[in-house]
């Protein structure tokens, strides 16, 4: 039985570990298998904290990661984070890392005082709605969401 994969905010130096989990995501999601930009991509965003992230580790491998970015409500005058990326490599799934990845960014929303977490839910992957409700997600009330595309594709 493998061992539990532990959890920790990730830093510049887990730019090598994170790339191949980061592309693998972005090929999944966005059919693109684009390493040189997933580099510079994560690069800047852990250079500049622009984003959060946690990755689950099992030693010196990382077995996925997960991604914040933060948004701010007038409404509520508060931080909201924006869970944009959740990736758990094939050989480590069915161990329940992606939930703690999760249960952990509930948690440092709580850490920040932050008044929520979104989360996009893509329209073909269905069974991700069940797996966000099990964590305390829910369809908001509120809000849907409009997107002006700028960009093909």
């Known amino acids: 039985m493998a061992s539990a994969a532990s959890i920790r905010r990730a830093g510049a130096g887990d730019l090598d570990g994170l790339v191949p989990l980061f592309d693998a995501y972005r090929r999944f999601f966005a059919g693109r298998a684009e390493p040189d930009k997933s580099r510079r991509f994560l690069a800047a965003r852990l250079g ?6 946690f990755v689950a580790h099992t030693g010196d491998e990382l077995d996925g990661f997960i991604q914040l970015y933060p948004l701010w409500s007038s409404w ?7 869970l ?16 703690r990845l999760v249960e952990r960014v509930a948690a440092y929303a709580k850490e920040t005082d ?40």
């Not at 500049?48 to 992230?53: A, K, L, N, R, T």
């Not at 990326?85 to 939930?99: F, N």
């Not at 991700?128 to 969401?145: I, T």
């Open 114 to 153: 932050a008044s929520s977490v979104m989360v996009e839910l893509p329209n073909r992957e269905p069974h991700l709605e069940r797996f966000y409700a099990k964590l305390g997600f829910h369809r908001d009330a509120v809000f849907d969401l409009a997107r002006l595309s700028l960009r093909p594709g």
């Open 76 to 82: 509520y005058c508060a931080r909201i984070w924006f």
């Open 84 to 99: 944009s990326d959740l990736y758990v490599k094939e050989s480590s799934r069915k161990r329940g890392i992606g939930q």
């Open 48 to 53: 500049g904290d622009e984003s959060v992230v």
